[in-house]
């Protein structure tokens, strides 16, 4: 009698947002189930360390310095991605930024960045990897939403506004898509630095109540091996994780 199989194994997948926090958390879960993990953020010196570990464990990973705001930087992450293993097979756009604050308070500049973040961060990730996924005949795109993408609260507004976005996207290009796997992932709380440039006295208010019962980023870890872990002919489409004590 064989084992299960493991449909994760010398996948190549990229993740954004993996120098902390869920991105972390997943691709040294990825790592450890045999997967080729491709890691990309801003803090290159953070993820070299990271990278040193899971190689230290057994485990292949690369890391490369990325602004997932710019379309060419997410370009070049994967094609070095596809350059070094011959192929990319899922990409988790998972870097995302929450400056909370009242509407009132009008921090454009902080709108601004959640938009280039967490909307086009996730558009550009998607174009960087469609022709390749549609030439190879297959692919899978996961991206980070939140339960902010099916609720609203005071001072998280334009969070939340991003987060439905990620969704609908994700919808659309689950619809449009024959051949490429779509699965959107909606953590609740999450003890990540998410939240740490939050500027607004009621802002960070907010998100220490919520924290007050949070997930560690290896429960979302384990969400999206989940979706990554089944047969090619099965899409999980989304995956909502909250803290079992929690009303939102």
């Given at each position: 009698?064989?084992?299960?199989?493991?449909y994760v194994e010398n996948k190549t997948i990229i993740i954004t947002g993996a120098s902390s926090g869920i991105g972390e958390?997943?691709?040294?879960l990825l790592a450890q189930w045999g997967a080729k993990v491709v890691l990309a953020a801003r803090r290159t010196e953070r993820l070299d360390e990271i990278v040193t570990e899971i190689e230290a464990s057994g485990g292949t990973a690369m890391a490369r310095a990325v602004d997932v705001t710019q379309a060419d930087s997410v370009e070049g992450l994967v094609y070095q991605a596809h350059n070094l293993f011959g192929r990319v097979?899922?990409?988790f756009n998972n870097a995302g930024v929450m400056p909370l604050?009242?509407?009132?308070?009008?921090?454009?500049?902080?709108w601004d960045n959640m938009i280039n973040v967490n909307i086009r961060g996730v558009l550009n990730g998607i174009a960087a990897v469609l022709p390749l996924f549609e030439q190879q005949g297959g692919g899978h795109v996961i991206n980070t939403a939140s339960i902010a993408a099916h609720m609203v609260a005071p001072s998280a507004a334009v969070y939340c506004g991003t987060k439905y976005a990620v969704w609908a996207i994700s919808e659309g290009l689950r619809q449009e898509s024959t051949n490429v796997r779509v699965t959107t992932i909606s953590p609740g709380v999450v003890e990540t630095e998410l939240g740490?440039?939050?500027?607004?006295?009621?802002g960070k208010e907010l998100l220490a109540q919520?924290?007050?019962i949070a997930l560690s980023p290896d429960a979302i870890a384990r969400a999206v091996l989940y979706a990554l872990d089944q047969p090619e002919d099965v899409d999980?489409?989304?995956v909502i994780v909250r803290p079992?004590?929690?009303a939102f």
């Open positions: 009698m064989t084992g299960p199989v493991n958390a997943t691709a040294k097979d899922a990409i604050a009242h509407l009132s308070e009008l921090k454009t500049d902080e740490h440039d939050i500027t607004d006295p009621t919520f924290r007050q999980v489409n989304e079992t004590a929690s």
